[in-house]
């Protein structure tokens, strides 16, 4: 957050989610964060009806607890959760929608043609998966961004006669 207000919302549950298995909750490992690191948790009480409930159900929750948390016009990065980026939209006027496109996967780009009208801006880990997706975008105003993840790899070594004939994985 580069010492800038942050804000993070994740529904915090009753009882453990089912799916949970054990792990720990998001909430959880973002205490586990340094205070200056920290964003501040946005936590909505949220039962089992979140975990097995309806789409419609879960993107109210995040919209309720973006209205309640997160001033007007702070714009509100959406995870690759469909839910999120339906509640961002309810508030779209409120809050600029950025979506982040995080893999070259149909999900990404289902999610950026649907909320198209709503995003504010595009995010994506690399120029072909942004150029792809701005495609989608024609003809309308849209902030458009790469931020790559991962880590720069050498280039590979070629095969050179003696090496190992096996296959080595990373």
Known sequence: ?????????????????????????????LDELPPARRPTPITPAVGGEFEFGTAAYRARVYARA???????????IVSDAPDTWRGVTLLEKRNPLIGVLHADETL????????????????????????????????????????PCGIPLP?????????SARARLI
């Open 66 to 76: 973006l209205q309640v948390g997160v001033p007007a016009g702070v714009p509100v």
């Open 155 to 163: 280039a590979p070594r070629p095969h050179t006669e003696g090496s």
């Open 108 to 147: 990404y780009y289902s999610l950026a043609e649907r909320y198209r009208e709503s995003a504010s801006a595009i995010v994506a880990v690399s120029r072909r998966i942004l150029e792809r997706a701005s495609v989608l975008f024609e003809g309308r105003p849209v902030a458009r961004s790469v931020i």
């Open 1 to 29: 957050s580069a010492g800038l207000p942050c804000w993070f919302v994740v529904p915090l549950p009753g009882d453990p989610f089912v799916s949970g298995a054990g792990r720990p909750t998001i909430a959880e490992l």
